[in-house]
């Protein structure tokens, strides 16, 4: 297994970034992510908000190149394990996120986790959830921000999904991929409610490896139970991330799966649920169970005797 650790650091994915590893698909490598920029606002005492750069914030850890990728083809990303320090950070920011004003003041506060628990107070606790807030590839061209908006490639999605057991699918956009993790989270609701989840630092270990030729359009996740495609869209059309969402489930439907089209629509209506990702732009996901999805043609004949 290889190790990657946080001293490779950045804050936006490049497609001229010098690689910090290179690799074989089907390798195994370990990403430790930085608490450094939590604790320079920590360090900072009162004047914690003085210094805030949000565009500095999400340190991701990277690239890794997985040589003989190319675009056209999909990174797959398998979490392994996420193994977060034993402290995280929650922080209100004015002007920052749906929750503005309901605290008082500017607020930055350190979260213990142990005992498979993340601390929010004495007496108030809630499980310990580690997922992966930020991941990608590096774009054909120009960068991709940590912070956002999402992009096809990936950046910052905060989708719970994103955990272990999970292969994240991403198309490649330059050759080798160019593949960074970071921004990892101890405990965060869907979506993201205050655009701040419980931060930490810690360690991801994942294996990465190529589907040639997948020519995907947005990201996919993966796990034995469910499959999910994503929607993106800049600003608030959530109205077009929702259809792209529908329009790449139903193509993983009948190109990858083989169903004919009236079937895939039946399984649509019956089985696809449809929810919000991060707040990093309009990210929308669909999904379906994969009991849902034996063989094609007994698919097809017991969808259609459901249907006559």
């Known amino acids: 297994m290889h190790?990657?650790?946080?001293?490779?650091?950045?804050?936006?994915?490049?497609?001229?970034?010098?690689?910090?590893?290179?690799?074989?698909p089907g390798e195994t490598i370990r990403f430790e992510t930085s608490p450094a920029p939590a604790e320079r606002l920590f360090a900072a005492g009162d004047r914690w908000l003085d210094i805030l750069d949000v565009r500095a914030i999400n340190a991701v850890t990277g690239p890794v190149c997985i040589e003989g990728v190319e675009p056209g083809d999909a990174v797959a990303i398998e979490i392994v394990a996420i193994e977060p320090a034993d402290w995280g950070w929650n922080a209100f920011i004015p002007g920052f996120g749906l929750a503005d004003g309901l605290v008082p003041r500017p607020m930055l506060r350190c979260v213990p986790i142990h005992d498979g628990r993340v601390w929010l107070t004495e007496t108030l606790d809630v499980p310990l959830t580690p997922m992966i807030g930020c991941l990608g590839l590096a774009p054909a061209s120009g960068e991709t921000s940590t912070l956002g908006p999402a992009e096809p490639w990936g950046g910052n999605l905060d989708l719970v999904q994103i955990r272990s057991g999970a292969t994240v699918l991403l198309p490649a956009q330059v050759p080798g991929g160019l593949a960074s993790l970071g921004d990892l989270h101890a405990a965060m609701g869907v979506g993201e409610a205050t655009s701040v989840a419980i931060e930490c630092a810690g360690a991801a270990t994942v294996r990465l490896d190529v589907r040639r030729g997948a020519r995907l359009e947005t990201p996919r996740i993966e796990t034995p139970d469910r499959v999910w495609t994503a929607g993106i869209a800049l600003h608030s059309h959530y109205d077009r991330a929702r259809t792209q969402a529908v329009r790449q489930m139903e193509r993983y439907l009948t190109e990858e799966c083989g169903l004919e089209p009236a079937t895939?629509?039946?399984?649509?209506?019956?089985?696809?649920?449809?929810?919000?990702g991060g707040p990093a732009g309009a990210i929308v996901l669909a999904s379906i169970p994969t009991r849902f999805l034996p063989d094609a043609e007994s698919a097809s004949r017991q969808i259609g005797k459901s249907a006559s």
Do not use: H
């Open 3 to 24: 190790r990657l650790t946080a001293d490779r650091t950045a804050f936006a994915f490049r497609p001229d970034a010098a690689p910090a590893l290179r690799v074989q």
């Open 264 to 276: 895939a629509f039946l399984l649509l209506s019956a089985a696809v649920d449809l929810e919000f």
